[in-house]
């Protein structure tokens, strides 16, 4: 709805200015190319008049004719009436200024991170190795979330929680980053106290979906409790679990010894555990055996855990064609005035 200047604001001449006029949207932007027309018909009329015109011969004085600067004058009403023209086309081009407010709304997602950092996480079929590689992917992930709240929940013989359910991306990062290998000082693989550990942050979460994802390369050889009971109790608490297997078949090379003998090691991974917990909690298994294959991995992950981002957009409009048509107004008022005035020769009309 037009909401009319205060007072005579209107009156003001910036309304004129170019910076004024950029800060307008035009619902009629057509009608401002006319304005182009406006000159082109009084010079056609002008054409006209000169090649149609009547002409009287007269007989003057013999002498010399001087010009005079108030000869101009009399182009005046003709001036006045182009720029009514022009203020006419420009309110039918409807100046506007629209304020829109944007309002975001969603139901996050709780989701809690479980990365092994036992010793085998040192192996380097992943590089520079596989806690390296989870670490670098971890962070893509979250950099990729939009209001859902990530916890980090870190294992190896034993587990611990790092940091907790928080929107506070910043706080997520820099504690994947303070990752290492060693930061838990009983080595071993402890899968179902890992879960019971992040079961025990989202059991009470109030979230549309609760997920956990288990990143391991290695079997359950830690822990009290069983793999297997924690997957049945994430699903009683209806929490979804994604296991990611991380290694590949084979040999993989070491560093040399304090002999200087290169070391190999014989890998695998125990896949059957993980596929059977992911889908007793209703999750997916994935096998990642290098780092496209991981990053990969958690791409389909965050297509599959998408939050739903819910725009509400409030628009409030207000139109300044009046302003312009008080001006067009004005000016043909003062071209009829003109019109009857000296300024107008009869003999033109």
Known sequence: MWQAPADFSWLNLNWFSWRTWQSFDWANPGYLYALLLVPLLFLLRWLFTVRFRRKMDVALFEGNVTWHWTGLLRYLPDVVFGLFLMLVLVALARPQKTDETVELSSEGIDIVLVMDVSG?????????????????????????????????????????????????????????????????????????????????????????????????????????????????????????????????????????????????????????????????????????????????????????????????????????????????IVLLLLWLLLKNTFFTNALED
């Open 120 to 328: 085998s996480m040192e192996l380097t079929d992943f590089l520079p190795n596989r806690l390296e590689a989870a670490k670098e992917v971890a962070l893509q992930f979250v950099n990729g979330r939009v209001q859902d709240r990530i916890g980090l929940v870190v294992f190896a013989g034993r587990a611990f929680s790092l940091a907790p359910l928080t929107t506070d991306y910043e706080l997520v990062r820099e504690s994947i980053r303070s990752i290492k290998l060693g930061m838990v000082s009983e080595d071993g693989t402890a899968i179902g106290s890992a879960l019971a550990v992040a079961i025990n942050r989202l059991r009470e979460s109030k979230a549309k979906s609760k997920v956990c994802i288990l990143i391991s390369d290695g079997e359950n050889t830690a822990g009290s409790l069983d793999p297997e009971l924690a997957a049945q109790l994430a699903h009683a608490f209806q929490l979804k679990l994604y296991t990611v297997g991380i290694g590949r078949e084979g040999t993989v090379q070491m560093e040399a010894d304090s002999t200087g003998k290169m070391v190999t090691i014989q890998t695998g991974l125990e896949e059957k555990t993980l596929r059977q917990l992911a889908s007793l909690a209703e999750g997916q298994f994935f096998r990642a055996q290098d780092a496209g294959a991981l990053t990969e991995i958690f791409q389909r992950i965050n297509r599959l855990e998408k939050t739903e981002i819910k725009e509400t957009r409030y628009r409030d409009t207000r139109d300044y064609y009046q302003i312009y048509l008080r001006w067009a």
